[in-house]
């Protein structure tokens, strides 16, 4: 790519975010006008004893709730750009491997971790045949997490990590974790989850591990569980062909910095290791299959587990269904899970309704007030604007995706780059999937929106070399949708 054309796209880029975020601006300082013009001139009054009419009150808070969220972006946008500023990176001796560059490294740390933030700051890399290791400092920001029980207001931890790539492993989806002391109510809630390793209890004492039972208990040796209970606690998340470790709040310097190094190195070894002897014997030959992730879900107990399993068989479906749905004639039946999972966002669209509703009974109301009828229509209005917006972004992407899925036109693609777009969808990071394909007699770039899940699964197409069916829009090609992605296993 040109330096031109690469400036171009960087101003593209640019100006969708501006747009974005004047847009972000709007929709807060609207109610924010709507607000002050219904309690501006009372406050001021008792406050200030400053006497202002509604139209007054509706200026200071319009001009207040543009301020704030220009603030809230700004602030955001600092925040992202002092995260994505690496320090000076080290090329360990070994072979270099550009395609990994530090961009590419945190999207998929991101996919490993998805319910925290976190930003890594390369330091150190080394490529060695099929293995890349990074060493750097993981910012792990608990305020973002959307799943997590913990309060809203945790800090910001550091820590020294490293991850790890290697394109020749299949690991197992796990995630390790210090199990936490004291009592917790919260994860009483859904239990089973859970590996036990019930030869080793003292193992499951220190840790809380989570994956498909079968294949974490095969992956996890005797020499690995010895590593990990004679050092301090780790925590580590894996996923295929990557893996990200690291002793929680610990940010290591100098020679502790090499100490912590080389146990992790040893440990990724010993991963590296085990995965290479179960693959030769056909342990973790074949792919996750349908039936282990619904004996897993299954095995859940507690109070809240019933809600999570009926919400899991309305989403689940298996590559296998939605490969036979896609060769269907148009228009096709699209099968219940995939409907379910193209549903609105019920958020935007209770709030679009409820500002709907508010915008009549307001606009019903200037009759009995023909002195402020002027403002009352002028709120009603906003309220009209903003659900208005509300119910546009609820059901746009959905009803899209849902034409595509009964009429859309199935060709051969190729995913190309999966990336993080910085943009959170209730409480969930998106990332941005690109697609190449051939239609109507012409080569199109394609890209679509995905959850953390399906940019995962998109992830392991690539490393895979993998063909995926793909649903067009015969008249608009850029839209297309990847089914497979919306697949369990």
């Known amino acids: 790519m040109t330096p031109k054309s690469k400036t171009k796209k960087n101003q593209k880029k640019d100006y969708n975010q501006l747009r974005y975020q004047l847009l972000f601006i709007g929709i807060i300082a609207l109610p924010s006008g709507i607000a002050g013009a219904l309690v501006g001139p009372d406050l001021f009054q008792k406050s200030f004893g400053i006497d202002i009419v509604s139209w007054q009150g509706f200026l200071v808070g319009l001009l207040s709730g543009g301020v704030s969220a220009g603030v809230n972006i700004a602030w955001s946008n600092l925040s992202r750009r002092k995260h994505s500023t690496a320090t000076a990176e080290k090329t360990l001796p070994g072979i270099a491997d550009d395609s990994l560059d530090n961009r590419f490294i945190q999207d998929q740390i991101c996919m490993l971790m998805r319910h925290v933030e976190p930003h890594f700051d390369v330091s150190k890399k080394r490529s060695v045949g099929t293995t890349t290791l990074a060493l750097g400092k993981l910012t792990l920001d608990v305020?973002?997490?959307?799943?997590?029980?913990?309060?809203?207001?945790?800090?910001?931890?550091?820590?020294?990590?490293?991850?790890?790539?290697?394109?020749?492993?299949?690991?197992?989806?796990?995630?390790?974790?210090?199990?936490?002391?004291?009592?917790?109510?919260?994860?009483?809630?859904?239990?089973?989850?859970?590996?036990?390793?019930?030869?080793?209890?003292?193992?499951?004492?220190?840790?809380?591990?989570?994956?498909?039972?079968?294949?974490?208990?095969k992956l996890f040796s005797d020499e690995i569980k010895d590593l990990l209970l004679r050092q301090p606690v780790w925590e580590i998340h894996a996923s295929e062909k990557r893996m990200i470790l690291f002793i929680p709040k610990?940010?290591?310097?100098?020679?502790?910095?090499?100490?912590?190094?080389?146990?992790?190195?040893?440990?990724?070894?010993?991963?590296?290791?085990?995965?290479?002897?179960?693959?030769?014997?056909?342990?973790?030959?074949?792919?996750?299959?349908?039936?282990?992730?619904?004996?897993?879900?299954?095995?859940?107990?507690?109070?809240?587990?019933?809600?999570?399993?009926?919400?899991?068989?309305?989403?689940?479906?298996?590559?296998?269904?939605?490969?036979?749905?896609?060769?269907?004639?148009?228009?096709?039946?699209?099968?219940?899970?995939?409907?379910?999972?193209?549903?609105?966002?019920?958020?935007?669209?209770?709030?679009?309704?409820?500002?709907?509703?508010?915008?009549?009974?307001?606009?019903?109301?200037?009759?009995?007030?023909?002195?402020?009828?002027?403002?009352?229509?002028?709120?009603?209005?906003?309220?009209?604007?903003?659900?208005?917006?509300?119910?546009?972004?609820?059901?746009?992407?959905?009803?899209?995706?849902?034409?595509?899925?009964?009429?859309?036109?199935?060709?051969?693609?190729?995913?190309?780059?999966?990336?993080?777009?910085?943009?959170?969808?209730?409480?969930?990071?998106?990332?941005?999937?690109?697609?190449?394909?051939?239609?109507?007699?012409?080569?199109?770039?394609g890209k679509c929106w995905l959850n953390g899940q399906a940019a995962q699964r998109a992830q392991s197409m690539i490393d895979n070399k993998q063909t995926t069916p793909t649903l067009v829009d015969p008249a608009h090609p850029q839209r297309c949708l990847i089914p497979e992605l919306m697949a369990m296993a």
Not at 363 to 376: E, F, I, R, V
């Open 143 to 217: 305020k973002t997490t959307g799943h997590s029980t913990q309060r809203r207001n945790q800090p910001t931890y550091f820590q020294t990590a490293i991850y790890l790539e290697n394109q020749d492993l299949n690991l197992p989806s796990f995630t390790l974790r210090p199990r936490r002391k004291g009592f917790q109510i919260f994860d009483k809630l859904i239990t089973g989850g859970e590996v036990e390793l019930e030869e080793r209890p003292e193992f499951s004492d220190k840790y809380a591990l989570v994956g498909l039972t079968n294949r974490v208990q």
């Open 250 to 445: 610990r940010e290591y310097l100098g020679e502790d910095e090499k100490k912590f190094a080389k146990s992790a190195t040893k440990l990724t070894r010993l991963f590296e290791k085990r995965c290479r002897e179960l693959q030769a014997n056909g342990a973790f030959s074949d792919p996750v299959r349908s039936d282990e992730i619904v004996a897993q879900v299954e095995s859940l107990e507690g109070p809240l587990a019933s809600l999570y399993q009926a919400n899991f068989k309305r989403t689940n479906i298996t590559r296998e269904s939605v490969r036979s749905f896609v060769r269907q004639a148009t228009p096709r039946s699209v099968p219940k899970p995939l409907l379910f999972q193209t549903r609105p966002d019920s958020l935007l669209l209770f709030a679009g309704v409820v500002l709907g509703l508010g915008s009549i009974i307001i606009a019903t109301s200037t009759q009995k007030s023909p002195d402020n009828s002027l403002l009352l229509w002028a709120i009603s209005g906003g309220l009209i604007l903003c659900s208005a917006t509300a119910l546009f972004f609820a059901l746009r992407t959905p009803l899209r995706k849902r034409w595509l899925l009964k009429n859309g036109a199935a060709v051969s693609g190729v995913i190309t780059k999966v990336e993080s777009t910085g943009f959170i969808n209730a409480n969930e990071r998106m990332y941005r999937c690109y697609v190449k394909f051939q239609a109507a007699g012409k080569k199109i770039n």
